[in-house]
């Protein structure tokens, strides 16, 4: 895979399971470069009770570089308080400014330190990683890359310890805002039906493809079993839980993220406008310039990404307590024989970060964190178990 076209035009899988096949899977080659983002002290902002900033922020690289490049089809996976995007080389230069602003927007609007770095695929390939991506089929026009191999876990080492090799990008002197449009974080939080919002990290421990391929088949046919074959009934999201306030708890956070095409004055009542009537459609179930409020909430549940693997398998799921006790007694005997690194976190919903590029036209991706910021607490028992391992 040299090209942005060689990743759109290859053969989507709609099946999750099918992460397995590796032939629905295109090596990256060197001529490709991988961009990380994260909030420095996420753990600590979201104890804090600001887990609606922090994925507000970690889905805002995400949406700056759709807007730049004016497309959605590209790798990338969202994690939570940050984000990481596969793009080809000689495109990176367009989208280093937006993002040098976005990091200024972190700081100056939300007291948050966004650091972002990319290292280029020559040089993790030369240190001897392994890529490969493909796209699973959420819906018709909204696809996920998922990713096998540590080349991205290598650039995010590379990168959090300020490696020669990476490139960090700094805070610029400007006052340009990004384009952010068609982020939002409007929906209510997704209260668990079954009883428990567990989020859900996995990786394993090997460097050896085929071995940690093996270990992600055991892991994965477990929970689907648990399941009984059916992913989607681990999904937070239903129809029935989408609820939306008239104003929602984070109206200001979009009018700090707004671009600044004019006064603060008008931003807040274009803001407003925009929210009410967005609100007002959803609520009462309207239709309105080829938008249908039924039909939205029904693709709401489908392109929702509470499921993912990028080198490490994220969920965010809605289980029962049976099921939550399964799967961490099932995770801790597979660290237990040195195969898998694990965290989890259990809340009793989840947050939903919005991006919306065609309301009308099926166009929407939907980031599924658990409440109280799941993925970033798991995410701090599974850097525990790799610090021990290291001990």
């Known amino acids: 895979m040299s090209s942005l076209s060689d990743y759109q035009n290859l053969a989507e899988f709609n099946q999750f399971l099918d992460i397995l096949d590796d032939s629905h899977f295109l090596d990256v080659n060197a001529q490709w470069t991988v961009i990380v983002s994260d909030v420095i002290g996420s753990t600590q902002a979201v104890q804090q009770g600001r887990f609606k900033q922090v994925n507000i922020i970690g889905a805002a690289s995400i949406t700056c570089i759709m807007n730049t490049l004016k497309t959605h089809d590209f790798p990338f996976v969202f994690g939570g308080d940050g984000s990481t995007v596969l793009l080809p080389t000689a495109i990176v230069p367009e989208v280093i400014e937006p993002l040098r602003n976005l990091k200024n927007v972190a700081f100056n609007q939300f007291d948050l330190d966004l650091r972002i770095g990319y290292v280029s695929m020559q040089v993790l390939l030369e240190m001897g990683a392994t890529l490969k991506v493909g796209r699973y089929a959420l819906s018709k026009g ?25 490139v960090q990008l700094q805070f610029n002197d400007g006052q340009e805002k990004p384009n952010l449009d068609g982020l939002s974080c409007r929906l209510q939080p997704m209260p668990a039906k079954n009883g428990i919002m567990l989020s859900l990290l996995c990786h394993p421990t090997g460097s050896d493809p085929e071995e940690s391929q093996k270990i992600m088949n055991d892991v994965l046919q477990f929970l689907h079993q648990l399941t009984n074959d059916n992913f989607s009934s681990f999904n937070p999201v239903k129809r029935e839980s989408s609820k939306w306030r008239w104003i929602p708890d984070t109206f200001w956070l979009e009018v700090h993220l707004m671009k600044n095409h004019s006064s603060k004055f008008v931003n807040f009542f274009r803001k407003l406008f925009e929210v009410l009537l967005a609100n007002t459609l959803l609520k009462l179930n309207l239709s309105a310039g080829g938008f249908e409020a039924e039909k939205y909430k029904k693709e709401l549940v489908q392109n929702s990404d509470f499921k993912k693997f990028d080198e490490t398998l994220r969920m965010v799921i809605d289980c029962t307590e049976s099921q939550k006790n399964k799967i961490e007694e099932f995770l801790h005997e597979l660290y237990q024989q040195n195969k898998i690194f694990y965290g989890t976190h259990v809340s009793r919903n989840a947050i939903v970060t919005c991006v919306v590029y065609s309301a009308s036209n099926n166009g929407h991706l939907h980031f599924v964190d658990g409440g109280d910021g799941g993925y970033t607490l798991a995410a701090t028992g599974m850097k525990e178990q790799m610090r021990k391992s290291k001990n």
């Open 142 to 166: 909204n696809n996920l890359a998922q990713f096998k191999g540590n080349a991205l876990t290598k650039a995010e080492e590379l990168i959090k310890n300020n490696h020669p090799s990476s």
